[in-house]
């Protein structure tokens, strides 16, 4: 399984950026999709998720209300619409897929697949 992360840039706090996850390899439907996000000097935490239905989304305090996950399984895609950005979400974000259990589903460790990721530079 390949995945693809892109849509990263450079923005000003207040503006927003999509972010988008290309799955090739393997049918997008059979996993559950997670964000993560790694910002200079710190480890990696997760951002938001979404499970293989597209039913029931999960996210990180700090980004509820303004990040939104979603998928298009038909197109093997999965996106995270982020709105008014802040410096604090300056960060490398990666896209993994996988089977966790729904108490782990923002744990990294239970993603089996990992994007290259693609960086996400907010400024104030």
């Known amino acids: 399984v390949q995945l693809q992360a892109s849509g990263g840039g450079l923005v000003q706090a207040g503006h927003s950026l999509r972010l988008s996850c290309s799955v090739s390899?393997?049918?997008?439907?059979?996993?559950?999709v997670g964000w993560f996000r790694q910002a200079p000097g710190k480890a990696r935490e997760f951002v938001a998720a979404?499970?293989?239905?597209?039913?029931?989304?999960y996210y990180k305090d700090s980004v509820k209300g303004r990040f939104t996950i979603s998928r298009d399984n038909a197109k093997n895609t999965a996106y995270l619409q982020m709105n008014n950005l802040k410096p604090e979400d300056t960060a490398i974000y990666y896209c993994?897929?996988?089977?966790?259990?729904?108490?782990?589903?923002?744990?990294?460790?239970?993603?089996?697949?990992w994007g290259q990721g693609t960086l996400v530079t907010v400024s104030s």
């Open positions: 390899g393997r049918t997008l439907s059979q996993y559950d």
């Open positions: 993994a897929v996988g089977t966790p259990i729904l108490s782990a589903i923002r744990q990294e460790q239970m993603y089996h697949y």
């Open positions: 979404i499970r293989r239905s597209g039913g029931s989304t």
